[in-house]
């Protein structure tokens, strides 16, 4: 009995000196942290780290996700393997959840391993992230899941670059319910264009089997005037691709047939260059030709689209000077591949970029008002959105915008096999959609804005000068 106490009071100085030991290592450790729980803050201590659970070794987790998972949390993985790699040079495998569990999983989506199996309903906008057991897992409500991706390795665990090791002691310990709040400022933007894409050919795509589109689960929604200087000045009576693609890259309202240059035919700067010339990586893609309308007003001042030797000419010219990072034309069937390739090379070395995506096929099916194509080229972009979602939410000083040129075909309800048909093989007057997630985009909610107010939302992402026209429109 006596030499049982003689223990214990030996283990009690011992203890002592220890809690002492580990008090002074706070105290050594906190000046850097903001005194933001320090009572957790194990600093170098390995030791002790282990012992409280709260650094850990990514390199020794898989990431799993549902067996035949949704797209959403596949790109959500895919670009949180990305960023983990991006921050701390881990490569993390991705496996389904019909693999037999291991003790260290991060589970992306409703996987079926017991950690998964939370209380809580989603509601729009909302995610978890928390520790349970040695799992983290990461669900949210649709596209959210990517939030809960993103938040982990940009806000709540600490990631040293190039080390697996993360101190995860301020990752919630039990679910706890997140809401999407988009930062107030940008340093990116990826632009995303559906030619002749109206709001109808998004409702029939769904009516015909898309599971929702997916920029509708955005936060933030407005629509588009598309009207050109040459529909405000009475000659014509709508825009065409030329001169709604330069409203939405230099901020002007041109004549129909104009690429980048103002109605009275001199150039203007557009949004990439501008990004360009204050060191931002800046990328074209379009499933159309590279010389086709709106790629090319993003890339060249000329007052006639069809001159297309000298549209080539100059865009030859910016790939060969290198004023252009990541150029695309005549992307087929792999538009998503393209665009992931294109994210992950601008945005290397943390990078600002600036990328304009188009699905320029929209518009040649409705024009010849093919129903199945027009439909299929609109399940392309929207798979494309998905993964640039994904991106955009894992990396949260990027913001996305999803939109239109015009809309093609007046395409209402009525009377065919499909519920929707074209009225006209033209483009027409009404307003198109405008869909926007990342930082600084709430100033998209619920507006209706002129085309030219894209360029200029765009453009103040990169310098804060003027940009486009300052005369009122008319
Ligand atoms: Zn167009």
């Known amino acids: 009995m006596i030499a049982f106490k003689r223990i214990s009071a ?14 002074v290592s706070c105290n050594d450790n906190t000046g850097d942290k903001g005194g933001a729980s320090n009572n957790n803050q194990t600093g170098n201590n390995n030791q002790t780290s282990e012992e409280t659970g709260k650094i850990i070794d990514l390199s ?23 960023l983990v790699e991006e921050k701390t040079g881990t490569n993390l495998k991705i496996v389904e959840d019909s693999v037999a569990p291991l003790q260290k999983e991060i589970l992306i989506g409703n996987t079926n391993r017991e950690e998964s199996k939370t209380q809580s309903p989603l509601e729009k906008m909302q995610y978890l992230l928390f520790i349970r057991n040695e799992k983290i897992v990461m669900q949210g409500s649709g596209i959210y899941v990517g939030a809960a991706c993103g938040d982990f390795i940009n806000k709540y665990a600490k990631a040293t670059q190039g080390s697996p090791k993360i101190d995860i002691s301020s990752v919630p310990s039990s679910e706890t319910l997140l809401t999407y709040a988009p930062r107030e400022t940008s340093k990116s933007v990826i632009f995303m264009i559906g030619d002749g894409m109206g709001f109808n050919h998004i409702l029939l795509t769904e009516e015909q089997g898309l599971d929702g589109f997916v920029a509708k689960e955005f936060p933030f929604a407005g629509e588009s005037v598309t009207r050109s200087q040459s529909v405000i000045n009475g000659d014509k009576a709508f825009t065409d691709s030329a001169a709604s693609a330069t409203a939405m890259s230099t901020g002007y309202k041109t004549i129909n047939g104009y690429i980048g240059v103002d109605k009275d035919g001199n150039s203007v700067l557009n949004v990439r260059e501008l990004a360009s010339s204050v060191g ?62 294109a994210l992950s090379t601008l945005s290397k070395n943390n990078s600002s970029f600036f990328l304009m995506v188009e699905e320029g096929m929209i518009d040649k099916a409705s024009h010849s008002n093919k129903y199945e194509d027009m439909m299929s080229y609109v399940r392309r972009f929207d798979d494309a959105i998905e ?50 997630i990342g930082a600084g985009t709430g100033v998209f909610k619920d507006v209706v804005i002129e085309n030219i107010e894209l360029a200029k939302f765009c453009a103040g992402v990169y310098a804060s000068e003027p940009f486009g026209q300052t005369a009122p429109i008319e």
Not at 10 to 23: E, G, N, T
Not at 60 to 82: C, G, K, L
Not at 390 to 413: I, N, S, Y
């Open 387 to 436: 993964y640039a979602t994904q991106f955009a939410l894992c990396h949260p000083d990027v913001a996305l915008v999803v939109t239109a040129d015009h809309e093609t075909g007046k395409l209402l309800p009525g009377p065919t096999d499909y519920g929707y048909g074209f009225r006209t093989k033209d483009h027409t007057n009404v307003n198109v959609p405008i869909y926007s």
């Open 280 to 341: 931002a990586k800046t990328g074209v893609i379009t499933t159309d030709v590279i010389t086709g309308a709106t790629p090319s007003a993003y890339m060249c001042h000329i007052n006639s689209r069809y001159a297309e030797e000298e549209l080539q000419g100059q865009i030859d010219a910016l790939i060969a000077d290198k004023k252009i990072d990541y150029c695309a034309g005549s992307v087929d069937d792999n538009l998503t591949a393209e665009v992931k390739n």
């Open 60 to 82: 020794e987790y898989v990431v799993v996700i549902p067996d035949n998972s949704s797209t959403t949390v596949d790109y959500a993985a895919q670009n949180f393997v990305s």
């Open 10 to 23: 030996l283990i009690l100085a011992l203890c002592l000196v220890f809690c002492l030991f580990s008090f």
